[in-house]
């Protein structure tokens, strides 16, 4: 019965979160639901765990989205993160050659760009929004079918950006907390694990395309797009990179806190851009800045809060023991578990902040090191999270106004297959060279 409590309760989750509903409803409903099958007592158990598993992620997370979001608001208001984009796209598509070569790069241009963003400390979920009337414009130059952007951006946005060495995202720094590691462990598997996933993503997405483009698709702009004809002025393209590029030093060269990174860049961007934004609208964009961290945490919170839930019911613990019972290598069994949890949970950050603590000992104790547990979990972390149920899939899907069965192939390419992959390099380069940790 409390194994059927899960399952509903995750049923729920996906189910009411796919119809649109908030996700602090369909949690609430998926929490409920497990803790009736499980007999726990409601009150206590939602006040408690449901309500204090929000409250942790708070903790635990806000610090890092505060300033992040104030920078990212100014970014996208000032245009430096269109000029970034734009730049990349002018000049790597200005002369392409072939279809097939102008297809090629721009593919490259969009993830690319969603990832310079996102490497840059901005929240994922914000790239996504930012970069997407840019990938549009790239695809309409390319002639890619409009189904496969959501695939293409969060190639860029939630795959290596999140991932790999030096990311000053929550998917890289979880494990930072978790197991008092460094950002940039495991450097060189790490960007061997990022190029394996780019050449994936480019290599079977353009044959995807290839093929669409064959039975007749084109790319046609959807009725809620609106085409960017602006005239505005932006800040030029390496002063738009200053910020990124001075939070990515002071995180990882100078190891500054990523609070205190992201409180840095922020009011160096605002600096920098002030010209290019309506000075009456500058306390606005702040205000709204600050208040948007409160949507991203808010919904990792909300998942985190049910999985709490879950963690109470004595049988998800048999499930867990029964994942670390398995007698297989410590790297696989690694692998297995952070994916299974993330999967579970539909996110990199959650499910990292639920197992990471748990496994620790067990797989330190079978002779792995905390540095090598960081990499490989943070790829493996990327891996599952992102099936339908995912917040970020059902968001960026509904904000291209496409249906999950058209976008959801190219997403599964770049989400799934690519990051599976190179976890599996990222894994192997490790267990044969562990110094490379």
């Known amino acids: 019965m409390q194994i059927l409590g899960i399952i509903?309760?995750?049923?729920?989750?996906?189910?009411?979160?796919?119809?649109?509903?908030?996700?602090?409803?369909?949690?609430?409903?998926?929490?409920?639901?497990?803790?009736?099958?499980a007999g726990l007592p409601l009150t206590e158990t939602i006040a408690t765990s449901y309500i204090g598993g929000i409250g942790a992620i708070f903790t635990s997370l806000f610090g890092m989205f505060m300033f992040g979001s104030v920078m990212a608001k100014i970014y996208a208001v000032s245009g430096a993160a269109s000029s970034i984009a734009t730049t990349l796209c002018?000049?790597?598509?200005?002369?392409?050659?072939?279809?097939?070569?102008?297809?090629?790069?721009?593919?490259?241009?969009?993830?690319?760009?969603?990832?310079?963003?996102?490497?840059?400390?901005?929240?994922?979920?914000?790239?996504?929004?930012?970069?997407?009337?840019?990938?549009?414009?790239?695809?309409?130059?390319?002639?890619?079918?409009?189904?496969?952007?959501?695939?293409?951006?969060?190639?860029?946005?939630?795959?290596?950006?999140?991932?790999?060495?030096?990311?000053?995202?929550?998917?890289?720094?979880?494990?930072?907390?978790?197991?008092?590691?460094?950002?940039?462990?495991?450097?060189?598997?790490?960007?061997?694990?990022?190029?394996?996933?780019?050449?994936?993503m480019v290599i079977v997405l353009n044959k995807m395309i290839s093929n669409a483009k064959a039975k007749g698709e084109?790319?046609?702009?959807?009725?809620?797009?609106?085409?960017?004809v602006s005239d505005k002025k932006v800040p030029g393209f390496w002063i738009s990179l200053i910020p990124l590029v001075v939070l990515f030093i002071l995180f990882n060269i100078f190891e500054v806190n990523i609070i205190f990174c992201t409180l840095v860049s922020s009011v160096l961007s605002l600096a920098l851009f002030y010209p290019?934004?309506?000075?009456?609208?500058?306390?606005?964009?702040?205000?709204?800045?600050?208040?948007?961290?409160?949507?991203?945490?808010?919904?990792?919170?909300?998942?985190?809060?049910f999985a709490s839930c879950v963690q109470k019911v004595p049988a998800f613990q048999n499930i867990v023991d029964a994942i670390l019972g398995i007698e297989t290598n410590p790297l696989l069994l690694c692998i297995i578990s952070v994916a299974f949890l993330c999967m579970l949970t539909g996110g990199s950050t959650t499910g990292q902040s639920i197992v990471l603590p748990i496994v620790?000992?067990?797989?330190?104790?079978?002779?792995?090191?905390?540095?090598?547990?960081?990499?490989?979990?943070?790829?493996?972390?990327?891996?599952?999270?992102?099936?339908?149920?995912?917040?970020?899939?059902?968001?960026?899907?509904?904000?291209?106004?496409?249906?999950?069965?058209?976008?959801?192939?190219?997403?599964?390419?770049?989400?799934?297959?690519?990051?599976?992959v190179a976890t599996g390099v990222v894994t192997i380069l490790l267990w044969l060279f562990p110094w490379m940790a």
């Open 276 to 305: 290019f934004m309506e000075k009456e609208k500058i306390k606005g964009y702040v205000n709204e800045g600050f208040l948007s961290a409160l949507t991203p945490v808010g919904s990792i919170g909300a998942v985190f809060g």
């Open 218 to 228: 084109s790319f046609a702009y959807g009725p809620k797009d609106s085409v960017s």
């Open 8 to 37: 509903l309760g995750f049923a729920i989750l996906i189910y009411v979160t796919y119809k649109n509903w908030s996700v602090y409803l369909a949690s609430f409903l998926a929490s409920v639901a497990v803790i009736i099958c």
């Open 90 to 200: 002018n000049t790597f598509l200005k002369n392409s050659g072939s279809e097939q070569k102008k297809q090629i790069m721009g593919i490259l241009v969009v993830i690319f760009a969603s990832a310079i963003i996102c490497y840059g400390g901005i929240n994922a979920a914000i790239v996504i929004i930012t970069i997407y009337p840019i990938c549009l414009a790239v695809f309409e130059k390319c002639n890619i079918p409009k189904r496969f952007a959501p695939g293409v951006i969060l190639g860029g946005s939630c795959t290596f950006a999140l991932s790999g060495p030096g990311a000053p995202q929550p998917t890289n720094m979880i494990p930072c907390q978790a197991l008092g590691t460094s950002s940039t462990v495991g450097l060189i598997p790490g960007i061997a694990g990022i190029i394996v996933e780019v050449i994936i």
């Open 360 to 420: 620790r000992p067990i797989l330190e104790a079978k002779g792995l090191t905390a540095d090598v547990m960081h990499r490989i979990a943070t790829f493996s972390a990327t891996t599952l999270d992102s099936l339908p149920h995912s917040g970020t899939i059902l968001m960026t899907v509904a904000h291209s106004d496409l249906k999950m069965k058209d976008a959801y192939p190219a997403i599964f390419v770049t989400t799934t297959l690519a990051t599976v």
